[in-house]
């Protein structure tokens, strides 16, 4: 064979050059990160929440050539801290109340940079059995929490987005063969965009989707979806599947999920609820009841990175059918033949689209030993309660009106000046840009963090408590600014 050098020329060439340095500067690089962090999380209420730079004032910081010349980690890191992490917004700040808020703890956060300095494969079992083993373990807590059957199967992925893609190609196989051609999915308005793009990535066209109605509280009316689901079925087509939320992002709307359950038994649907969040208030007794019939799906998404204080990346798709879920996935090219196991001894990448895999169980599992489900359903109760504390101090203040109760964690609302008359003409269009103006100056003063949404084509505010650094007073200081921001909106908006 033809080789480039001989095999003295690579005895000479060969001088084990490494990345690693010595064990001193390992430590004290990682003392100073933790340290770091430390002082982070301690401070972190005091501190402003983050900033957004343009793309040119990023450029002008941080473009550059990729440099030739070691520049040490003691001068990469400050770098950072400096250009880097100010930069961004801080989901984890006690007043935080945008979006879905993530705020992991400390010891998830130890585990995440222990699975990253392990590098643990965890992708079969050949080369992770006590990493799998550990996964194994934590989806079985999501199948007890939830009311799951013990065959259930389930991975971790890095999101939301990914779970819903693996649940949905599950189904898609199980019930059509892989051809979407004649399906039909029924979802309601209030469905996440991330069931839009799996549906859209397995191909299903916007014509097969059918947005079912939603109620005053934007849960799926049940009745409406028996009715479209008997109108396709007589049109020749194939009722397919039907996607529950189970804490929608734009309310937090549960929607009526044993009654859907029955109808998608009846119509030999597939059942998909999306409780991303929300799921994780079934460690709650009210949360429990809330989700009553979501032991009945087929399949089940959860984010441990959301309300389960966990870093991103954290999802989990568990499918009611392990078989199904192992047939969809399952492929054994001759260069892994090695790792082929028997179904007890699971090999993950049989279960989901990835074959490399990082160990991200390990910080769920680290997490709930630490401390304890007794521990995790405390702080999820609590932000249950904080939700609706914020919720009640909303509705006494002169100047804001909730447009939504709280469902797990999340209400909306919105802006009225003290008096105003919403009858006149041009009303509601002003307070539409009002409101518009006060996120605006909310997300510019980065001592509150809210997002807005559309519910009933009106632009209305969010509050979302999930973490478990939120207090009483980070919801009254919200108040008070929220009520002052929008008195300065007021004398700018026009009406």
Known sequence: MAFDASLEELEERIVDV????????????????????????????????????????????LREAMPEQPMGFERVFEEYT????????????????????????????????????????????????????????????????????????????????????????????????????????????????????????????????????????????????????????????????????????????????????????????????????????????????????IERADSVVLDPHKWFYCPFEAGCAIVRNSRLMRETFRILPEYMADVAREEQEVNFCDYGVQLTRSFRALKVWMGVKTYGAKRLREVIDQCLDLAQYAAQLFERSPCLELVTSPQLGVFTFRYVPRNFRKTGPGAEEFLDRLNQDLVARILSSRKLMLSSTRLGARPVLRFCVLNHRTRKEDVQEALRLIEELGREAEGSVRY
């Open 18 to 61: 490494t990345l690693d340095s010595d064990t001193e500067s390992m430590r004290r690089d990682g003392y100073r990160v933790v340290d770091w962090l430390v002082d982070r999380v301690a401070n972190l209420r005091e501190s402003p929440l983050g900033r957004e730079l343009k793309r040119e004032e990023t450029e002008s910081l």
């Open 82 to 293: 400096r250009k880097v992490a100010p930069n961004a917004i801080q989901l984890d700040h006690p007043r935080f109340f945008a979006f879905i808020p993530s705020a992991p703890s400390f010891v998830s956060v130890l585990a995440d940079a222990l699975m990253a300095g392990t590098n643990v494969f965890a992708g079969t079992w050949l080369e992770s059995s006590g990493p799998s083993q550990v996964e194994l373990v934590v989806i079985d807590w999501f199948k007890q929490m939830l009311g799951l059957p013990a065959g259930a199967a389930g991975l971790l992925v890095s999101g939301g987005s990914v779970a819903n893609l693996t649940s949905l190609a599950v189904a898609r196989r199980a019930l059509l063969n892989d051809d979407p051609e004649g399906a039909a999915v029924y979802l309601s308005d209030q469905t996440h965009a991330s069931i839009d793009r799996a549906l859209r990535l397995l191909g299903f066209k916007p014509a097969q989707l059918r947005r079912v109605p939603t109620d005053a509280q934007y849960r799926l009316n049940s009745i409406e979806l028996a009715r479209l689901v008997r109108r396709d079925r007589e049109a020749g087509l194939k009722p397919f599947v039907v996607v529950s939320n189970a804490g929608a992002t734009n309310s937090g709307a549960v929607d009526p999920l044993a009654e859907i359950a029955e109808i998608a038994g009846e119509n030999a649907l597939w059942s998909h609820v999306d409780a991303a969040y929300g799921g994780f208030a079934a460690l709650t007794d009210r949360g429990r009841k809330l989700l009553a019939g």
